[in-house]
């Protein structure tokens, strides 16, 4: 009787004591920055958001359906020049965190999209970006190439580059940049996509109880 006394407090406490300890997390989500310009509506920050950016890219692979919210809450994307397409040592970070655990990694998405042109080729060697099955890779005209760096490294920090991976969070925010060359920033960036993801599930599981509780 006691030992189910105990079990009992448990199934119980669990909840509350997950929730506690993932809101005083050092990578509590609400603590990771909003990248971009930011505006005010009067009573709130607005965040800046890439969604408008998504849904213009109809001419190529990369088209908003490819990248829905629910195959895709979270995910880590990063562009590919032509001056960058033959410079693997840009990946080296990800590439040696693949080779030694890559089951802390293999289930998280990644987008790269690649420049494309007439001195540029299609059926240039993209084999360097297909580290694991988890990855996407499509083309981008190098027409307009530029104008896709200027969104999604709008206001960006100085220290950064355009071969930058960002994080995306649900919203379509930019939650990091990461160097994809140091196995550290990979950490990095894993432990902040993971944090992201959990946080997303417990939203979707207090949305479903609320529209439970509703419905009763």
């Not at 189910?4 to 909840?15: D, N, Q, R, T, Y």
């Amino acid at each position: 009787m006691k030992n189910k006394k105990w079990l009992l407090l448990l199934i119980v406490a669990f909840p509350s004591a997950f929730w506690i300890i993932l809101e005083l997390s050092t990578i509590n989500s609400k603590k990771l920055p909003h990248h971009g310009p930011k505006t005010f509506n009067g009573k709130d920050s607005i965040f800046y958001t890439v969604q408008p950016a998504f849904k213009h890219l109809k001419d190529t692979t990369l088209v908003s359906e490819t990248i829905d919210t629910e195959n895709y809450p979270v995910f880590g994307l990063m562009f590919v020049s032509k001056q960058h397409r033959k410079e693997g040592y840009r990946l080296d970070g990800l590439m040696e965190y693949l080779k030694y655990k890559k089951s802390n990694i293999e289930h998280l998405p990644f987008i790269f999209v690649a420049e494309y042109g007439i001195d540029v080729p299609v059926t240039d060697d993209l084999s360097f970006l297909k580290p694991y099955n988890n990855t996407h890779v499509y083309q981008w005209e190098t027409q307009s190439f530029d104008s896709l760096n200027n969104v999604f490294f709008k206001e960006k920090p100085y220290y950064i580059d355009y071969s930058f991976l960002m994080l995306i969070d649900k919203e379509r925010h930019i939650r990091g940049y990461y160097d994809m060359r140091y196995v550290a920033e990979v950490k990095r960036f894993i432990d902040e996509c993971k944090h992201l993801v959990i946080k997303e599930e417990k939203n979707k599981t207090t949305q479903q109880n609320e529209i439970k509780t509703t419905a009763h």
